[in-house]
């Protein structure tokens, strides 16, 4: 057994034994909103945001990009399950900023095992063989943040399966400081009409 599974089944087990009433949280979440953010592991949504078990919906995938499972998601969110707002929170420092479409497909061509980050970019060291499988998706790599952040917020806002009367803010995470930094512009395009 791995030493990360033997972690994770512990904590479950501390975890389970303290779970109380939390078996009776509802299905749709109390507090109506839904956050859409990236999936880097120095983000906390529940922190940042200040949510406790059942209080928001919170979709996450790398770069926290209004992909079409993330719009699925959110459609599910406000149809089903009654969220009244959405957030869209990128961050600084993003993983996502350090590569792009062509970088990924060269690398994924080359080889299947983990890349290395150096100064100038990330570099293959692992052995083929690769796949061009990779050639046939859009990455949503990240050039500017904040521009990052209003083109997801338009393209949520300006979806024909988002009701005009769900607003959409757009914030950028500070990692080094922890505050949410409003996108000058994208909680305008966002706006519930």
């Known amino acids: 057994m791995s030493q990360v599974r033997s972690e994770v089944l512990a904590s479950n087990r501390a975890y389970a034994t303290n779970f109380g009433d939390k078996g009776k949280l509802t299905l749709p979440p109390a507090r109506r909103f839904a956050i859409l953010t ?13 949510l406790a078990e059942g ?5 996450r995938n790398a770069g926290g990009r209004a992909s079409d499972d993330a719009i699925r998601s959110l459609v599910i969110s406000y149809k089903l399950l009654g969220t009244r707002e959405f957030f869209v929170i990128h961050h600084t420092d993003c993983g996502m900023e350090f590569f ?12 299947l095992e983990t890349a290395e980050l150096t100064p100038s970019g990330f570099r293959d060291v692992g052995h083929g063989p690769g796949s061009t499988a ?9 050039r ?16 024909p399966l988002v009701p005009k009367s769900i ?26 009409a």
């Open 38 to 50: 990236c999936m880097d592991a120095r983000l906390d949504p529940a922190k940042y945001a200040g």
């Open 55 to 59: 209080d928001a919906h919170v979709i």
């Open 100 to 111: 792009t479409n062509e970088v990924m497909r060269g690398l994924l061509a080359s080889s």
């Open 134 to 142: 990779g050639e046939y998706i859009e990455w949503l790599t990240i």
């Open 144 to 159: 500017d943040q904040a521009q990052a952040v209003i083109d997801d917020v338009e393209r949520i806002r300006t979806h």
């Open 167 to 192: 607003p959409v803010f757009g914030f950028i995470y500070d990692v080094r400081s922890g505050k949410l930094i409003e996108v000058e512009g994208a909680s305008e395009i966002g706006k519930a």
